[in-house]
């Protein structure tokens, strides 16, 4: 019999319009099912969701809260709702789990209004978790893999645990949202464009990603028979039109996604996806040609760095080469390439930025349509272990005023505002002032120079508008000081495309 009720939060992270699928949260009330209740509570549609959040445990059926946090701005209502429930009803265990908590639990622990940090996947843990707190034997917690918590007040990093595809046979419980419908959104995809992730993990380990640090290099793909009838439900419920797909790396090994992309070929469904260049580079014709006819619009492609020793270093295990090529595969085959770059690592930040903006204006010759992601290189400090992590950090990077960088050992800590800004790939304590405007000054030009298909919202005639004013400066690379492209913008609300993309 099912007693116990557990709260899972999904705390404020964007836009009510902006608001996606609450998948983590979803995806643990499906494997809650069965043993213990689950209340869902989205702070991306409900605005006032911390005193929903305080109302549901006052009444005291509430026997755990779970949130999930990613870094950055998701961190700070994350506190917000911990430290509010805490405040309410001390006795209550406040558990984080996603990126955050995996990347740094040290942190997560070093906050007095957390009790535990689940790393990685959660599903297991967290029933785990639960059952152990039930049984309110400190013991049975050594057992569980995955957990981070405090014995007799000092930090215990229990196991890692072993990746697990189980949560690819479940199916989520969507009808637990308040109007499901309201997560559909209108994009350069469709009007009614839904979150959905098929496949999960990567089996690559770059070192700079929180996916490698999650899944360490293991990844399962969903049968074709499941993709098609998440396809069909999707469409058939909700009338979804465009699909954007989370999973972490679209592409794997072809002959595994041969039945995959023949399921989106059958539906053709207007859609996204994150891919490695690699992958496409080496896909086949007849692949390619399935592609086609599914009707993918965009593949985002972690370019990083125009420099193959950057690439080696951070074990991205591509090259500068398979980018262009992957550009050249994709425009012959109707798909816009998205390229993520990372400007401004500590071993030369000036030179490696000034060099990559070369490669975005060769690539922009090559095939003008290509989306640029312009992010500063913000290396994850390691696993388990801040303070030696941060001794590891000193001796390889420093600060602009050449002291070593010093990661933040508490959670309040990652949320001050430079902290914030490095995890969204913002600002990097190497940075200095000039470089910093530089890249700012550059990502608004070629903005405005090639305005993003993903912007639905700015018209046609301001685009034009906006590409025309830009045209000299971008021409003569005259980047600095924008100001009459940053009223523009403003005027036409052109959207900057980090603001529409993932
Ligand atoms: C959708 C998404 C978003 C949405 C958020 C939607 C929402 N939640 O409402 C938006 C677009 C707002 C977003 C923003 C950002 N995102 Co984001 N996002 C994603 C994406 C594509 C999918 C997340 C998801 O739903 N996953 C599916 C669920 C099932 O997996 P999961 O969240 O990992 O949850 C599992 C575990 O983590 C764990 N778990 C999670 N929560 C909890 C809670 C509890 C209590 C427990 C026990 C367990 C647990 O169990 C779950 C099931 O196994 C991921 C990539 C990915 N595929 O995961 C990136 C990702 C999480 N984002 C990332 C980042 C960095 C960001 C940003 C902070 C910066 C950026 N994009 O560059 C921004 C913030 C920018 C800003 N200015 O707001 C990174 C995090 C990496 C890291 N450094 O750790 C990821 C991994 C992308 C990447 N490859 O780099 N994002
Ligand atoms: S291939 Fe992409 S998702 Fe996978 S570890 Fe590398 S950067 Fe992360």
């Not at 430290?83 to 995996?102: M, N």
């Not at 816009?336 to 770059?341: A, G, K, M, Q």
């Not at 690379?477 to 495309?497: A, N």
Request: charged share 25%.
């Amino acid at each position: 019999m099912i007693s116990q009720r557990i709260l899972l939060i999904n705390p404020t992270i964007t836009s009510h319009r902006h608001a996606r699928f609450p998948l983590a949260i979803l995806s643990l009330s499906a494997a809650l099912d069965g043993k213990y209740a689950s209340t869902i509570i989205d702070g991306n549609v409900d605005r006032d969701f911390i005193s929903t959040a305080v109302r549901a445990v006052s009444d005291g059926s509430v026997c755990a809260v779970g949130v999930t946090v990613m870094g950055g701005p998701q961190l700070l209502s994350a506190i917000a709702v911990s430290k509010a429930i805490r405040e309410r009803l001390p006795t209550v265990p406040i558990i984080w789990g996603g990126a955050f908590p995996t990347v740094c639990p040290d942190a997560a622990l070093n906050s007095p209004y957390v009790d535990y940090a689940v790393r990685a996947q959660g599903e297991d843990t967290l029933v785990e978790l639960l059952d152990a707190l039930a049984d309110g034997r400190d013991e049975a917690l050594d057992s569980i893999s995955g957990l981070t918590w405090r014995r007799h007040g000092k930090i215990v990093h229990n196991k890692d645990r072993v990746f697990s595809a189980a949560s690819l046979g479940r199916i989520l419980p969507y009808e637990r949202l308040e109007n499901p419908r309201q997560y559909l959104t209108k994009t350069y995809l469709g009007s009614r464009t839904m979150g959905y992730q098929a496949a999960l993990g990567c089996r690559f380990r770059c070192t700079f990603c929180g996916v490698a640090t999650m899944f360490r290099g293991k990844m399962a793909l969903p049968t074709a028979a499941r993709l098609e009838q998440d396809l069909g439900f999707m469409k058939d419920r909700f009338g979804v039109n465009g699909i954007q797909f989370y999973d972490h790396n679209f592409f794997d090994r072809e002959v595994d996604m041969v039945p995959l992309l023949e399921i989106l070929a059958k539906f053709q469904l207007p859609w996204w996806c994150f891919a490695r260049s690699d992958a496409l580079v080496n896909l086949s014709e007849s692949s390619w040609a399935l592609v086609r006819k599914s009707r993918l619009r965009m593949a985002y492609i972690g370019a990083e760095s125009p420099s193959d020793w950057l690439l080696h270093d951070i074990r991205k295990g591509t090259s500068r080469d398979q980018t262009l090529e992957a550009v050249e595969k994709c425009r012959s085959h109707g798909v816009i390439p998205e390229l993520s770059f990372m400007l401004a690592p500590p071993q030369d930040p000036e030179g490696e930025t000034e060099k990559t903006f070369e490669f975005i204006r060769l690539i922009k010759r090559l095939h003008p349509a290509t989306e640029v992601m312009i992010y500063i290189y913000t290396p994850l400090p390691r696993r388990h272990d801040t303070n030696a992590a941060s001794a590891r950090m000193s001796s390889e990077f420093l600060d602009r005023a050449g002291r070593p960088v010093v990661f933040p050992r508490t959670a309040d800590e990652w949320a001050e505002p430079q902290w914030v800004d490095y995890w969204c790939h913002q600002d990097a304590p190497w940075l200095s002032e000039r470089l910093r405007r530089r890249i700012v000054d550059f990502t608004t030009v070629l903005g405005c120079r090639y305005p993003t298909i993903m912007d639905i919202r700015a018209s046609a005639w301001g685009k034009s508008a906006l590409r025309a004013l830009a045209s000299w400066r971008y021409r003569y690379q005259r980047y600095d000081h924008p100001w009459e492209l940053r009223v523009s913008r403003k005027l036409i609300r052109h959207w900057d495309p980090r603001v529409m993309s993932l």
